[in-house]
């Protein structure tokens, strides 16, 4: 496992602008079933959201910070799994949630202000834990990270096709209609073939160290998962509620994560891997976790 951490991919400029495009035309389509309505039920009823927000970009990064300290992984694999967790929400999570007989409307709002939000917390949140740690810090100031150019990068990345996206469907309803099937097929073949060609780029690296990854991160997930279910109970969210805030904080935008990591530290090897497998793993555990749920339907509460 020593190698791992000296292992780069190097891409050239024309693949991070491809892989750039990709992940901006992902979020064009998650946008397309994002509306003003979603923002105004926040404010109408604030709880859900706020408990699920403060799990996503506070609890979930501190305790990922925590994790790292007790299972010690290689500088990279840790400054991988800090980077998963300060990323917002992934686009598969309000499929999910409506699979799983969850709160699809506060899924979506959750999602939908987590990506607005992630222009922001996303850099902060990195450079804030991962500077916390000597050996991520190490990592952090050897790339000379410089949080304002990786907040620009989200701000291209995720703000703009955010925005566009929510633009065609407030002012041209009929076009976004016709295009949400296609985008989200779109969107998830995408997202598949950007994280299997992430893992065959990595195949010899992953294949070397596959059982300590893929430890690491089914924790990682367990652990979001967990907090973000009973962080909702605990503060008084009826399990409706509860299993939509789970699946937000539980499911990342493993795909933001490797765009990140190839623009800003060249493919680093520890990073890579644990973003690639982080973007198959947290699939198979949110479609077993909302099977599970789909079988134990919760009556709807009245507030909802």
């Known amino acids: 496992m020593e190698t791992v951490d000296q292992v780069q991919l190097n891409f050239d400029p024309a693949t991070l602008t491809l892989l750039n495009i990709l992940i901006g035309l992902i979020m064009f389509g998650v946008a397309l079933d994002i509306r003003i309505d979603d923002f105004k039920r926040v404010v109408r009823d604030p709880r859900g959201p706020l408990i699920g927000l403060t799990a996503q970009f506070i609890l979930l990064p501190a305790m990922t910070f925590l994790l790292v300290l007790i299972i010690e992984p290689l500088p990279s694999i840790a400054l991988g799994m800090m980077m998963v967790a300060a990323c917002p929400g992934g686009n598969f999570s309000n499929f999910l949630a409506h699979y799983a007989g969850a709160n699809s409307a506060l899924s979506v709002s959750m999602t939908a202000i987590s990506t607005a939000l992630a222009v922001v917390m996303t850099p902060a949140n990195l450079s804030f834990w991962g500077g916390l740690n000597p050996s991520t810090e190490a990592i952090l100031r050897e790339v000379n990270l410089d949080p304002f150019a990786l907040f620009k990068t989200i ?38 073939l950007f994280i299997i060609g992430a893992l065959l780029g990595n195949w010899q690296h992953f294949l070397q160290n596959v059982g300590y990854v893929a430890f690491a991160v089914a924790l990682h997930n367990a652990l979001g998962l967990a907090l973000g279910y009973w962080s909702g109970r605990a503060l008084g969210c009826h399990r409706y509620d509860a299993r939509a805030i789970s699946i937000e904080v539980g499911i990342q935008n493993s795909a933001l994560a490797l765009v990140l990591i190839f623009s800003f530290f060249d493919g680093l090897g520890g990073m890579a891997i644990i973003a690639a497998w982080w973007g198959v793993w947290h699939l198979i555990s949110g479609l077993t976790v909302a099977t599970y749920w ?9 507030a909802a």
Not at 294 to 301: E, G, H, M, T
């Open 155 to 192: 701000l291209i990345i995720l703000g703009v096709p955010l925005a566009l996206g929510m633009l065609v469907a407030a002012k041209r309803p009929a076009l976004a209609a016709r295009l949400r099937r296609p985008m989200k097929i779109f969107s998830l073949t995408a997202f598949g």
């Open 294 to 302: 789909s079988k134990r339907p919760v009556p709807i509460p009245e």
